[in-house]
């Protein structure tokens, strides 16, 4: 199957700077992108849509200025957690999808392996 | 706006046992229903199922969709402690993905 990479895979950081995190698909290209946070013991929330070359679509009560999101490439999107708090402490994983318009192709993540922020 | 609910929410059982772990959904221009096994890291891709009544199966593994009551179903055989993990199923509408909660599976020898 496709791989994703995240980097870093665990991060601390003091509150108020910012975290870069990278996703990068290493054999295939990702048309989309995607941004997801996970709490302890919940579900996957997705946080925004990114298709490479355009803007990121978030979802309803993501701040886009605080989560900004860059996909300059076919291989690469960047998550940004700008003037991160302690209330931004939680598990960020990317996935992305090739291209293709078949069910298949449209349908299926593949996961990167998460990165652990904490934000003292 | 889409919905997906799994059940149980927690589940232990002892090796050997056979599970069902159950998921409706209710999402906006269906697509696909796809099951996701996380352990420590991120979700690992198990199934994707687009019609109905069609059973995948993938080792002790098999899942099947019914889009008329738009369920599904993922069954574990054989249960092994290293079945231990959150389910999630997620329903791909036109645009995403929208995810259970997920079902914690614990094995104990």
């Known amino acids: 199957g496709a791989v994703v990479s995240q980097h870093p895979s665990w991060v601390i950081c003091k509150s108020g700077t910012s975290v870069k995190i990278e996703c990068r698909s290493l054999?295939?290209?990702?048309?989309?992108m995607f941004w997801y946070r996970q709490f302890p013991k919940q579900s996957l929330m997705l946080m925004a849509t990114?298709?490479?070359?355009?803007?990121?679509?978030?979802e309803q009560g993501v701040e886009k200025d605080k989560f900004l999101i860059n996909h300059a490439s076919l291989t690469l999107s960047t998550l940004t957690v700008t003037s991160a708090h302690p209330e931004d402490s939680s598990f960020y994983i990317c996935?992305?999808?090739?291209?293709?318009?078949?069910?298949?192709?449209?349908?299926?993540?593949?996961f990167g392996p998460g990165t652990r922020l904490t934000v003292l | 706006e889409d919905k997906v609910v799994q059940s149980p929410l927690s589940l232990v059982v002892h090796e050997g046992d056979t599970v069902t772990l159950n998921c409706s959904y209710e999402?906006?221009?269906?697509?696909?229903l796809l099951w996701y096994k996380q352990e420590k890291k991120a979700p690992t891709f198990l199934f994707m199922l687009t019609s109905s009544g069609i059973e995948k199966k993938s080792g002790r593994l098999s899942s099947i969709l019914d889009k008329k009551e738009l369920f599904s179903i993922l069954n574990i055989t054989a249960t092994q402690t290293g079945d231990s993990a959150v389910y999630l199923c997620?329903?791909?509408?036109?645009?995403?993905?929208?995810f259970g909660k997920g079902t914690k599976l614990s094995v104990i020898p």
């Open positions: 999402v906006t221009n269906f697509r696909s």
């Open positions: 990114s298709n490479e070359g355009s803007k990121a679509t978030y």
């Open positions: 996935s992305a999808r090739g291209g293709g318009t078949s069910v298949s192709a449209y349908n299926e993540q593949f």
């Open positions: 054999d295939f290209q990702a048309t989309t």
């Open positions: 997620g329903g791909a509408g036109s645009y995403q993905l929208t």
